[in-house]
């Protein structure tokens, strides 16, 4: 089974200021047909999953770009260039290369 | 696009709880239906998969066993079944729709059920 750890567990950010969230994977997620299928979700406070980025750096449909991913192989990470309000929730990776696991989740919240 | 889930439930320790998700707005054996469970204050954990237009289904293996996924396109709708029900199942349980196999890219969730075991 694939295990995905992200750090930090727990980011406290001012308004506006950028944010950064790691998730390592214990597998290469490259897979076969050249995609790297990992993917950022967040959920917000009493919401369900919201998806934000797609195979590693492609924004989701109506995703602000103040978010982006990048990485490859196993190391991958989530930035918000200025953070809002809006953003707090927990932020979870995943891969889908070996069926799907989710990483620890990532709280961010504003100071 | 929308999946509607069933309501919340209370269930007995050794039961089975059902939940349903009714799709909308797509064409329904277009999609993979996943589930997802996330037990109180914890991450999301992934249970398994259903494509509709065949009914082939996938698991994780800690719900082997235990968890049966099926489709009724004639209604739109997936059912989880979770047999052998114990406190620590006690969740909320999600559908999302995904369009190709292998994919992560879960672009539409349901609101959510919660299932509580108790005795």
């Known amino acids: 089974e694939i295990v995905l750890t992200q750090t930090p567990l727990s980011l406290s950010v001012t308004p506006g200021q950028p944010a950064s969230i790691s998730c390592k994977s214990s597998q290469s997620l490259l897979q076969t047909d050249g995609k790297t299928y990992l993917y950022w979700y967040l959920q917000k406070p009493g919401q369900s999953p919201q998806l934000l980025i797609y195979e590693v750096s492609n924004r989701f449909s109506g995703v602000p770009d103040r978010f982006s991913g990048s990485g490859s192989g196993t190391d991958f990470t989530l930035k918000i260039s200025r953070v809002e309000a809006e953003d707090v929730g927990f932020y979870y990776c995943?891969?889908?290369?070996?069926?799907?696991?989710f990483g620890p989740g990532t709280k961010v919240d504003i100071k | 696009v929308q999946l509607v889930q069933s309501g919340a439930e209370v269930k007995k320790p050794g039961a089975s709880v059902k939940v349903s998700c009714k799709a909308s707005?797509?064409?329904?054996?277009?999609?993979?239906i996943h589930w997802v469970r996330q037990a109180p204050g914890q991450g999301l954990e992934w249970m398994g998969w259903i494509n509709p237009h065949y009914g082939d289904t996938t698991y994780a293996q800690k719900f082997q066993g235990r968890v049966t996924l099926t489709s009724d396109s004639s209604i739109n709708t997936v059912d989880m079944e979770l047999r052998r029900l114990r406190f620590d199942d006690s969740a909320v349980f999600y559908c999302a729709r995904v369009r190709h196999f292998g994919s992560g890219l879960a672009d539409s969730w349901g609101q959510g059920t919660l299932v509580t075991v108790s005795s």
């Open positions: 995943m891969q889908s290369k070996q069926l799907f696991t």
């Open positions: 707005g797509y064409t329904f054996t277009d999609y993979y």
